[in-house]
């Protein structure tokens, strides 16, 4: 369904306070994973034979794909604002339960702490796909600059936590069992994140004016069953880009389809810059299906390119120090490319009626 911005009524107020709403919402839908993937070091200190940074992305990923497709078959049996305060209500005592496991064992890495740890990651990975699809379909039939908020709130998310990160480490580097003060730190900010988020919209954003507003405006036209994707082009979009981003991460395990030319690499990095007309031809003119596809080979393209320019590994000989260091440095990079992928998001505004 869409409802016109232009039809909201000019005595509605908060349109500014949504959009923070929406953002802070952003950077709680991915400030829990993104803290699990800045403290890998200290989990690597923890456990150090079970290899966490992969094990816990392959648990990660087939129980966000997982979900999302169960909630994908369930269609319109559950509302997306329960499923969305259920998302970050498992957010929050995730995060929680990550702090009670690490003061309870001491930082010791048993087999049994490891199980726990990882059976709480599936738990984000279910929470995340409770959230990310719902909230895009739930803000679709909003203002635009929703979505957007929302949207920018992830790359805020990867700031946040890699400013936090050069924080913790300048502030216990040298301070005695540091690099487990400084995880614990990550995580009490995420725990607290959680329960904002979680505070935010069960309490918060449903009460808003212009909210309340979208939401009375998408009962009335519940019955007109005349779109095609409707609400549901978002999630489809997502779940398009997941499923193909997870599906190609596992081809450079292949040597004959991996590339490790650093000059081939780049090129291929360079040649995605023409996904950005591509897709605003797309939404100008042509069918959403092209625009689907065009997400699927984005997601196969991202998670392809992220692997290999992973595990490329360096001319030179680095020693542990060193390595640990360029592993932050190029993950600082990352997200920081991300962050201001997001933050340009905002340039299709110009030109427009609307305002920020």
């Known amino acids: 369904m ?20 929406c953002c802070i919402l952003g950077v709680g839908q991915l400030v829990a994973w993104n803290t699990i993937l800045t403290i890998s070091d200290y989990y690597y200190q923890v456990f150090p034979e079970y290899h966490p940074l992969r094990v816990l992305t392959l648990v990660y990923q ?6 999302i497709f169960i909630l994908v078959f369930m269609g319109k049996k559950k509302k997306n604002q329960k499923q969305i305060a259920i998302g970050y209500t498992i957010f929050f005592i995730g995060s929680l339960l990550l702090i009670i496991l690490d003061v309870a064992t001491k930082g010791e890495g048993t087999l049994l702490a ?21 909230m895009l379909g739930e803000l679709s039939f909003m203002c635009p600059e929703f979505i957007q908020s929302f949207v920018a709130g992830l790359g805020v998310a990867g700031a946040i936590t890699s400013a936090l990160r050069l924080v913790t480490k300048a502030a216990f580097d040298k301070s005695p069992n540091g690099l487990r003060k400084g995880a614990l730190l990550f995580l009490a900010f995420s725990t607290l994140i959680e329960f904002i988020c979680m505070v935010l919209y069960i309490y918060m954003f449903p009460k808003l004016p212009i909210v309340k507003h979208y939401y009375a405006k998408a009962e009335s036209n519940h019955n007109t069953g005349e779109h095609k994707l409707g609400s549901w ?18 081809i450079p395990l292949s040597k004959h389809l991996k590339i490790e030319s650093i000059k081939w690499i780049t090129s291929c990095v360079l040649v995605r810059f023409l996904f950005v007309p591509a897709f605003y031809f797309t939404a100008q003119s042509a069918d959403q299906g092209w625009m689907v596809l065009l997400t699927s080979l984005l997601g196969l393209t991202n998670g392809y390119l992220t692997v290999c320019i992973l595990a490329n590994k360096p001319k030179s000989k680095y020693n542990v120090l060193e390595t640990d260091a360029l592993g ?10 991300i962050f201001a992928g997001v933050c340009l998001g905002w340039l299709w505004q110009i030109g427009t009626k609307s305002s920020f």
């Not at 087939?62 to 979900?67: D, E, N, W």
């Not at 999630?235 to 991460?249: E, G, I, P």
């Not at 440095?329 to 997200?335: C, D, E, G, I, T």
């Open 2 to 21: 869409n409802i016109e911005t232009e039809n909201i009524p000019r005595k509605l107020e908060g349109k500014f306070g949504a959009m923070v709403v």
């Open 62 to 67: 087939p129980f966000v794909l997982g979900t």
């Open 114 to 134: 490891y199980i726990f740890l990882c059976s709480i990651v599936a738990c984000f990975g279910m929470a995340n796909a409770h959230v990310e699809g719902a």
């Open 233 to 250: 082009h978002p999630l489809v979009l997502v779940a398009s880009y997941n499923v193909w981003d997870a599906f190609s991460r596992y």
């Open 328 to 337: 932050n440095l190029l993950v600082s990079f990352m997200l920081g490319g």
